[in-house]
């Protein structure tokens, strides 16, 4: 059968076999408020979620569905393709989140790295160009890479690090490749969820220990240190945790002591209003048998408790009785930095000065590693905001903020070169040949970055900027490459539709800034709004017709007429009030703003699942929905005040399906328009030619051209990566995707 005829047959098929289901008709303000479709309504647990993408997967009491990024991923990959292909924009020579290393042992100058959601990457001139070393079509998710003495190359997916604002993906197991990267087999345990360590004997490679860490907001799995004796033919557990969130980050085996070896446990939960970051599982365990047997190392070391939270533990390999360890609270700052003399029997609490204290911040979650010289067991390095050097036990630190990135997470030394170490941190892969004494240098080439946004002009198709995960705002202008042009975590990125140099950008919780030379002078406006609650990533857009008007949604909607040097609130606070986090006080925001073509009708949705609407610019609002999950996006035709569309996000909540809802009365009542998407979460959704949508989900970007429910994979070549944003440029007939993990995209569209 012709494809085409193939394709307009499955149209008809799905159209004629879908309904118009109508949820949650629409009721005034003092409306009771309407009922959420049945896989939405929470079971008994916490009353809602607490920050951005994160939380905006989760629904209260529902746990993750086993399997579902995997199954999510394999119903993307059967759906029909239209389009041409994809095209990566950049950045390469940026850098995003890495989250482990492995050197090859038969190969001089060959690195391998874990991109937290960007795969494996291979570097054969000693970390200077990376080159794909995983599949496109596979989960991009990565916790951990490993090499065994007989070349074979380990990677564990799932990220460990649990994220703050930003977030971190599980995975689907353990693999193994015997050629560099080229080709992959599947080695089980599909249920860890995240996989923080990989350790095989150096003198047996079919005798390998994983660190698997769970599920962060299912109980049970596959959580734990497990062992195989075959070269992961078979697994056993060998080491499970306290309670049903208690998963192992690390596991060593001792240089000097095949039977003896050294884990990590963690008690680490999320829960739609509440992370719990540590408990009485967390600690360090040794076992002297092979690991048949596993006890809790006290001698010191904080007793077990609910204060007790991740802890990194590093052995030194030329003095294996020498071990350190970092134990951060529950809540996330600096517990105390230890030692040990006689392989974890007594520990001492060693001095710890201000820098080091201070560089766990608030989130020493983030971190949890401790790197110990090869050659010298005084010389110990410990993963934070920078990074922290001591070259006498820990007596005195001192920390490198200048030489590269902050926040660090896997570091491994060379044995081939003498003084030839590397690092990996939120801003890439740095090499240093000075021991890691300064002489720091940036990968040159290193594709895999996390956009959280991506802006384009109509003005110039070579212009396109995007918030990112720890780096910044980042623009393709105003160098020979991309460059930061506003700090921090880059959030909200906007570029005037019809005068390109002004531009406006944003990093975490609102704090938002304007320019009018392309970024090079930014001035701040995040204090000229009303907000009692600022969203980790707070949304600021331009009224279609006059970019001059523009809406900045906090817990209240902001208006300014005058781009955005002013600002005045149209709105009170349009959500149920804060959630319960003691710690973390930005939820109860508005996530997504859509103002319609008319200058009166305004529609948002909020992180606690309402969508509201004004159609006279906030002299009185409407409540649309409610007691829905998180509202990821809002889009209203520019043309039709009446037409408008609601994304939201189900993925790891219970519910496996995504949600489209399409409204031709406002919102009055609303169509499930979902129908073939892939059940993953979707982030965005932009309205094309005609009835064309395009939505942007965490399995890819898909296209409906007759308005939904039946949806096709849009292009080739986009790797199966979480997408954040989208943005359609009709005059020049692309879409461009911002995707969280492999830079940006884009792809020529009808």
């Known amino acids: 059968m012709p494809r085409r005829r193939h394709l307009a047959l499955l149209l008809a098929t799905v159209l004629l076999g879908s309904g118009t289901a109508l949820l949650a008709p629409g009721g005034g303000a003092g409306a009771s408020p309407p009922r959420p479709p049945d896989e939405y309504r929470p079971v008994r647990g916490p009353s809602a979620p607490a ?334 905001v920078p990074l922290m050097t001591t070259t006498d036990g820990g007596a005195t630190w001192r920390a490198d903020y200048d030489s590269m990135h902050v926040d660090h997470h896997a570091m491994i030394w060379d044995p081939r070169r003498p003084g030839r170490v590397y690092v990996g941190n939120d801003g890439g892969v740095y090499r240093s040949d000075t021991d890691g004494d300064g002489g720091w240098v940036k990968a040159v080439h290193q594709p895999f970055m996390q956009f959280y946004s991506v802006a384009i002009t109509p003005q110039d198709v070579s212009r396109v900027s995007g918030g990112t995960q720890d780096n910044g705002s980042l623009r393709s202008w105003g160098g020979p490459a991309f460059n930061e042009y506003l700090g921090g975590d880059g959030e909200e990125n906007q570029i005037n539709p019809i005068d390109k140099e002004n531009v406006y950008a944003c990093y975490q919780y609102g704090n938002c800034f304007w320019s009018v030379d392309g970024g090079d002078t930014m001035t701040y406006f995040g204090n000229k709004v009303t907000a009692a609650r600022r969203n980790w990533f707070t949304p600021v857009v331009f009224d279609p017709v006059d970019p001059a008007v523009m809406y900045y949604g906090a817990n209240v909607l902001n208006r300014s007429t005058d781009g955005g040097r002013t600002w005045t609130a149209i709105s009170g606070d349009l959500t149920g009030g804060p959630g319960r986090d003691p710690i973390y006080t930005n939820y109860g925001t508005i996530t997504t703003v859509a103002p319609a073509g008319d200058g009166r009708t305004v529609y948002v949705g909020t992180d606690d699942g309402r969508v509201w609407v004004t159609r006279d610019l906030g002299t009185s609002w409407q409540l649309l929905l409610s007691g829905q999950p998180w509202v990821t996006r809002v889009v209203v035709d520019p043309e039709r005040a009446d037409r408008v569309y609601v994304t939201l996000s189900a993925y790891r909540s219970g519910s496996d399906r995504p949600y489209v809802l399409g409204s031709t009365d406002g919102g009055r009542t609303f169509a499930d328009l979902t129908g073939t998407l892939p059940q993953a979460p979707v982030n965005d959704l932009v309205i094309g030619r005609g009835r064309t949508l395009y939505v942007a989900t965490d399995q890819g970007v898909f296209v409906s051209p007759a308005g939904g429910r039946v949806w096709l994979r849009l292009g080739r070549g986009l790797p199966q990566v979480p997408v954040d944003d989208i943005e359609y440029d009709g005059t020049h007939h692309r879409l461009v995707a911002g995707t969280f993990g492999r830079g940006i995209y884009e792809v020529p569209v009808a």
């Open 51 to 384: 920050e951005f993408r994160y939380l905006q997967k989760t629904v209260p009491g529902v746990a993750l569905p086993r399997h579902a990024y995997d199954t999510a991923a394999q119903a993307a990959r059967r759906l029909p393709q239209v389009g041409g292909a994809w095209r990566s924009i950049g950045p390469t020579n940026v850098g995003g989140r890495v989250t482990s290393l492995a050197l090859d042992p038969h190969h001089p100058d060959t690195l391998y790295v874990a991109a937290a959601s960007g795969g494996v990457w291979v570097s054969r001139d000693a970390g200077g160009h990376f080159t794909p070393a995983w599949p496109d079509d596979w989960t991009q998710a990565m916790g951990a890479v490993a090499t065994g003495p007989d070349g074979t190359l380990y990677a564990g997916t799932g990220e460990v690090n649990p994220g703050g604002g930003s977030v971190t993906y599980e995975g689907t197991g353990l693999y193994a490749s015997t050629d560099g990267g080229r080709h992959w087999r599947y080695l089980g345990l599909r249920d860890s969820g995240a996989i923080g360590a990989i350790t095989v004997d150096p003198a047996d490679p079919k005798r390998i220990f994983v660190a698997a860490a769970g599920s962060l907001y299912s109980p049970g799995g596959d959580r734990g240190v497990y062992r195989s004796t075959d070269g992961g033919a078979s697994w056993q557990r060998v080491l499970a945790g306290a309670n049903e969130f208690t998963g192992a980050t690390e596991v060593l085996l001792d240089p000097a002591d095949p039977d003896r070896l050294y884990a990590v446990l963690w008690d680490h939960r999320r829960e739609p209003d509440l992370r719990t970051y540590g408990g009485v599982g967390s600690g360090v365990y040794r076992s002297d048998d092979g690991g048949q047997r596993w006890r809790r190392l006290a001698g010191g070391l904080p007793a077990a408790g609910p204060g007790v939270g991740r802890i990194g533990l590093g052995q030194s390999p030329s003095d294996p009785e020498r071990l350190y360890a970092i134990v951060n609270t529950t809540a996330g700052p600096f517990e105390g930095f230890y030692g040990s003399t006689d392989g974890g029997e007594n520990w001492t609490r060693l001095p710890a000065n201000k820098d080091l204290t201070d560089s766990q911040s608030s989130f020493g979650w983030w971190f949890g590693k401790v790197f110990v010289d090869p050659d010298d067991p005084a010389r110990v390095h410990v993963a934070g």
